[in-house]
Nanobody
Framework: QVRLVESGGGLVQAGGSLRLSCAAS????????MGWLRQAPGKEREFVAF????????YYADSVKGRFTISRDNAKNTVYLRMSSLKPEDTAVYYC??????????????????WGQGTQVTVSS
């Protein structure tokens, strides 16, 4: 399984921006579609964004569409989540996750087999 390590979280004011990074190791990065999911206190984990193995396809939760952008650099084994116009309701622990590339976009947001440890994002009002 690929190992994933997130970074870039922190405290930001509402309306601000952050970029999360997720570095992968221990596997062939381009063999995986990559996703970002988040979990707020007292809530279930929810899907945020997904990018296909080659970056050609992206999908977003309605709650972040137009504000967040997922991207990847296969040469650097890294996936990013650019978050703009942040809202207090975006406060959560953000996790990156990997699923086999051959799954395509089917059955999202299931199928993620490798997870990072998470990075905290806090948006103050």
């Amino acid at each position: 399984q690929v190992r994933l390590v997130e970074s870039g979280g922190g405290l930001v004011q509402a309306g601000g921006s952050l970029r999360l990074s997720c570095a992968a190791s221990g596997g062939t990065f381009s063999n995986y579609g990559m996703g970002w999911l988040r979990q707020a206190p007292g809530k279930e984990r929810e899907f945020v964004a997904f990018i296909s193995w080659n970056g050609d396809s992206t999908y977003y939760a309605d709650s972040v569409k137009g504000r967040f952008t997922i991207s990847r650099d296969n040469a650097k084994n890294t996936v990013y989540l650019r978050m703009s116009s942040l809202k207090p309701e975006d406060t959560a622990v953000y996790y990156c996750a990997a699923r086999p590339a051959h799954y395509g976009s089917s059955s999202l947001p299931t199928g993620f087999g490798s997870w990072g440890q998470g990075t905290q994002v806090t948006v103050s009002s």
